[in-house]
């Protein structure tokens, strides 16, 4: 399953709306730790191995594409 993902910076949330997730994180965006957080909490919030979630596109941007392999 694909979700088309928004980032906001120094927030802490998850909100899942059909296909389109919302995610606040506190990570600063350096070195690919932001998405590294990203991936962490929607894999928590989902209740999926983290292994599962990868991002297709958007790596180096608040708007993302990922994908949730079942």
Do not use: T
């Amino acid at each position: 399953m694909f979700y088309k993902v928004s980032v906001v910076f120094h927030r802490d949330y998850v909100k899942i709306k059909g296909d389109v997730i919302e995610i606040g994180i506190m990570v600063k965006p350096v070195q690919g730790k932001a998405n590294i957080e990203i991936i962490k909490q929607i894999a928590k919030h989902l209740g999926v191995p983290k292994s599962k979630i990868r991002i297709v596109a958007g790596e180096k941007s608040q708007d993302k594409v990922i994908e949730v392999i079942q």
